[in-house]
């Protein structure tokens, strides 16, 4: 009896397998996490362009975890997929996964986390001192063009280095603004410990730019637990649901830059098929963020 | 029912299906099914590949077999691990060359785990607790030194353990087979072995024998730590880099691999051949289903039910015998 359950079971798991499919051409795509809005998005948008254009994707799952995402593309090698998308772990620690992709005459495309140290056929990401730069423009519009802001920023991330890099350049043309503080807080929690001690050691600043939407979430809490609401104005950057959603409700979020995990999994699929088909496509592919304010968005 | 009947004494007579029954059917189940839906499964690119990423598993899994057959539990080694190779990126950082950092690496995981060893003998503190509170300690620990961030490390010998191969094997599958080799004849023909049975079988019986159990207990922990300093030490070559959150949840894994191997939770049986087959099954289990491309979400699902299937299928072969 035992016996014949086994066998239905084995047979019934192998049929189901089989449905999900195997094949050994096409795009390989390994994400660092589906466990975050930002990347979910990513995801769907890869899956709908591949439909579109009639090319099989496979996704795997990294987990943030580097070891499972080498691991990943070693089996696209094995399988011998033709293209391998990667959204990095780790932007220096993506490039053995890369090296052995590419020793095995397997182009490489990152997206949203450049590569470091490893030259890839192309990058798609945010332009992020260009989100930067609009994030200042933002920021002196709303202060009235004077005064003193703040930053919370994360240095060891090259991308948030863009974002505030730009931001300061955008301010340098305001010359009635001064960036008093810049304080390191990349979790939430640390977020708002910075937006608070910024706020005690300068009472008189008007508005604060956090380096993605924890942060600036963070510093929103922090003003209003200081009652300095109609005083501090704040900027975040990333654009996921929730700091939307505080922009439209909360008086003291102004706006968020919004990036477009949308258009970046869309553009990197494109950009699969393209090498697929043997065409050239160019090495940087910046997808400029927007901005969302309580008038509406801005793309 | 004769053709099984005959199938089943035809595989009983086999002594590694006898002694390994469910687990090695659990395996080839595993392998049939999925070469018969993907034809690069059985691949023997595929089988080094599948060797190469198991590796960090089965070495850790390969010290826990010890702690496991004392009747204990080592928590820690996900986090020893990553200590370990941060340890390692900070030794090349100060100038030391390839062969000092090893030692420095392995001393830090002897520290680690004869620390475990320690705070549970001489405190009489369970080890389930005490190793969940060095887990937490030694993964605190590894982002001391660079606030988080990962560290990469560029020493070539370091980096060709983790790329390179010799006589045709990646050097990481020697150095999981020389240690496959080593623990299996410390544990099957050294009287350190013969006394970890004892001691795991029957405390008291072993403490009247006049072994020093608490002692023992200590090498053990010590070697569980060693073993995942140089899971730590095979990880980081890989990546070329020392993460912070590397080997997180690998304790799992490796219990799994120890678990699946037959080994007992409640100590006194077990083998390191048992281990590295249960080590090999979470490895083909994850390599197939990448091959596949089964969702993420369903691989941990189904991961998770054929590692239940294959512990039942052993305690039920094993009943049977008895």
Redesign the interface.
Known sequence: MI?THFTKL?LA??AA??A?????EGIGASLLT?QHPFYISLASAMTAEAKAENVPL????A?????KQ???V??FI???VSVIIISP??S??V??AITKAQKAGIKVITVDVPAKGVEVTSHVGTDNYTGGVKAGELMAKQIGDKGNVAVIDYP?VQSVVDRVEGFKKAIASHPDIKIVSVQTG?TRPEALAAAQNILQANPDVVGIFGFGDDAALAAASAVKSAKLQDQVKVIGFDGMEEARNAVKNDPVMVGVIAQYPDQMGKVAVETASKVIKGETVEAKQPIIPGVVTKAGEEK | MTN?TETKQALLASPLIRQYGGIVISLI?LCL?FS???P?FL?F??FM?IM??VA?IAVAAYGMTYVILLGDIDLSVGSIIAVAGMVAAQAFSMGFGFAPTVLITLAAGAIMGGLNGVLSAKLMLPSFIVTVATMGIYRGAVSLPT????A?IENETWLAI??ESWLGLPIIIWIVIALFAINHVVLSRTIFGRRAYLAGGNREAAIYSGIRVDRLKIIIFMISGIMAAISGIL?SS????A?T????GYELDAIAAVVLGGTSLAGGVGTMVGTILGALIIGVI??GM?????????QLIFKGIVILFAVWLDVRSKSMRA
């Open positions: 016996r084995l798991g192998a397998l089989m999900t499919g195997a094949f050994a589906q496979e996704i795997a799952i987990n943030q975890d580097l070891n080498l691991a990943d070693e089996d094995t399988k011998g772990v780790d220096t620690g490039k053995s060891t990349i | 099984s189940i099914v018969s839906i993907s690069r691949a690119n595929n590949n190469q990423q960090v606030n988080g961030a990962p990469s983790g790329s990880l890989r990546l070329s880099s993460q959150n590397a080997g997180m994850n390599n990448n091959m596949l491309a089964v969702p993420y979400f369903y």
